[in-house]
């Protein structure tokens, strides 16, 4: 059972858990190259999800439901550092896959062979190993003849995309002063703007998302997500530490020139009497203009959050009776459907069986409907808990089948709300407002978990696939009829894409928790999966799933292909 009770408990849980090149005209002009690759290189996986539209879809149909029964492993890679596993998802790029691993070390392989290109291993401030989200990444970015780290350290930084070399490193933040202001996605590109946001939304901080020029590291905008200096949205003082961090990679969208990205809960999560209101832009989606960091409109779709229910996952971009809509799940469980020229709401659905924090959400409006008071003091059972009914692993769309695919679990958690002093929280503590807290199954139920295959746009389920622990992978679907997903046990699995039938799996001896991918070399495609189990999530979920906490950990890249 995990009682979270002062940084005492914090610092229990911590423990617990513990191509080539590109053409200097390109990059003047400040194109993308990321965005060039994706559209007319199948063979590539350029971007964090191959795509600007989010849907994690490799065209690739060489490795098929026919002959998937001769895959076999083509390579591996260990970075050397297992600490937190490997969260990452690689790039992959005219044949070179880069991929980073913990505390910030970058590697370019040879995907052919796996062999090493080059390793960048940064000097971090020391003050990175006394922070809570220590050690792990989700990736880099690559464009303009650069591969981009968002540091540990609250650092963007340009590497030589042939050599690897240091070109510039530009410091965003400071930890001594915004505990929690660190980077642990890769910054991504709008055309010559490096933008990102920072981890730490359940500390004391305000959550800001900042831009760079690609080119030179030179700072170019920061957009305050707190709107602090609004009385009615965060009283008093209270935005100065709303937290609300844009945690998680947003995506570009060229033809209409606006970044997609997603905002994290309010602090102090759980205890929202000294923040009334509706404490915007926390749990929300935002749309911003690249160049000027203007926004253009914004979705809160949870009004004063006092459930730990961020809205930073992926938003998959669709087009739905000649709407191009936004498909964006939020921890809470409901998944929103949104116009993307206006953030109107289409529709609501949700992608969890248990819950109660709301009697429901109108689906034509987005309103939150009878929400469920959570008394100071009392234990209050709230579903779904505090990791979602996803964590941040991403999910997959197949255009060929029109389903997305997605992990998801059944998770509640007892709460007892409690004031928290801010001032008295050290680097490493949370600012939950919580005298108690704990993961519990669905009240007369058991925890669950499953991997589910749904029409996007109306949540209708086609087919599902239980787990005895939820899928902490991001999940990869192909040309080839094919959806990959990873588990906690370090199981590989391959189903039918319209079907769900089983066609493959292997063991790589450690859970996954990053992404997996494909790309093709030299006329061969391969799968590419980051191995070793790591994050905080195994910590908060082990009272629901008691087994989670003896899996060993690792890392490693694991590439297969077809067998000769």
Excluded at 120 to 138: C, G, H, K, N, T
Excluded at 268 to 277: H, I
Aim: proline share 6%; with cysteine.
């Amino acid at each position: 059972m995990i009682l979270i009770d002062g940084e005492q408990e914090v610092i229990k849980i911590k423990k617990l858990v513990l191509s080539a090149s590109v053409t200097s005209c390109l990059a003047l002009s400040g194109v993308a190259t990321t965005a060039i690759a994706a559209s007319e290189n199948p063979n590539d996986w350029p971007q964090y999800h191959r795509t600007s539209d989010a849907w994690r879809f490799s065209p690739l149909d060489q490795i098929n439901v026919n002959n998937i029964d001769k895959l076999k492993v083509a390579w591996i890679h260990q970075p050397g550092d297992v600490q937190m596993g490997l969260q990452a998802t690689p790039i992959v790029i005219d044949g070179v896959a880069y991929y980073i691993g913990p505390n910030n070390n970058v590697y370019a392989l040879d995907a052919a062979s796996g062999k090493k290109i080059w390793h960048y291993q940064p000097e971090l401030d020391e003050i990175v190993d006394e922070v809570f989200y220590v050690a792990a990444s989700r990736g880099v970015t690559v464009g303009h003849g650069n591969v981009y780290v968002g540091s540990l350290d609250g650092r963007f930084i340009a590497l030589d995309q042939k050599t690897g070399k240091e070109k510039w490193s530009t410091q965003i933040t400071d930890l001594e002063k915004c505990y929690g202001c660190l980077f642990s996605s890769p910054p991504q590109l709008a055309g010559d703007v490096l933008f990102g946001g920072t981890t730490g939304g359940d500390q004391p901080t305000q959550g800001k998302i900042f831009a760079v020029n690609a080119i030179t590291g030179e700072k170019m905008w920061t957009f305050e997500i707190l709107e602090k200096d609004d009385p009615k949205s965060w009283p008093g003082d209270s935005g100065e530490v709303g937290g609300s961090g844009a945690w998680l990679p947003g995506t570009y969208d060229e033809k209409s020139d606006t970044i997609f990205i997603g905002t994290s809960n309010a602090a102090p999560d759980f205890y929202g009497a000294e923040r009334e209101g509706d404490n915007k832009h926390s749990a929300s989606l935002l749309a911003i203009e690249p160049k000027t960091g203007k926004l253009k409109w914004s979705r809160q779709e949870i009004p004063h959050d006092v459930w730990d229910y961020d809205a930073a996952y992926e938003a998959l971009s669709l087009k739905h009776n000649g709407k191009d809509v936004l498909v964006h799940l939020n921890k809470s469980g409901y998944v929103f459907v949104l116009e993307k020229d206006t953030g109107e709401v289409e529709n609501v659905w949700p992608l969890a069986e248990n819950i109660n924090f709301v009697k429901g959400i109108n689906p034509k409006t987005g309103e939150l409907i009878g929400r469920k008071p959570m008394p100071t003091g009392e234990e209050t059972t709230i579903c779904p808990y505090l990791l979602g009914a996803r964590s941040w692993n991403h999910g997959a769309y197949n255009p060929n089948t029109g389903l997305w695919y997605t992990n998801a679990m059944e998770v509640c958690n007892i709460v007892v709300p409690a004031p928290q002093e801010h001032e008295n929280i050290g680097i490493a503590g949370l600012y939950l407002g919580v005298s108690k807290l704990v993961a519990v199954p669905p009240p007369g139920k058991k925890a669950s978990a499953r991997l589910d295959a749904r029409d996007p746009i109306t949540g209708k389920l086609k087919w599902s696939i239980d787990y005895p622990l939820p899928g902490l992978a991001s999940v990869l679907t192909t040309g080839g009829n094919l959806v990959f997903n990873g588990d906690p046990y370090g199981v590989i699995h391959a189903y039918n894409a319209e079907n769900g039938d089983k066609v493959w799996d292997f063991n790589a001896g450690s859970g996954l928790r990053g992404g997996i991918v494909s790309y093709s070399v030299n006329g061969k495609q391969y799968i590419l999966a980051s191995t070793g189990f790591g994050s905080h999530a195994p910590g908060f979920m082990a009272s629901a799933f008691p087994e989670i906490g003896g899996l060993p950990g690792g890392a490693a890249l694991v590439a297969f292909t077809l067998d000769d």
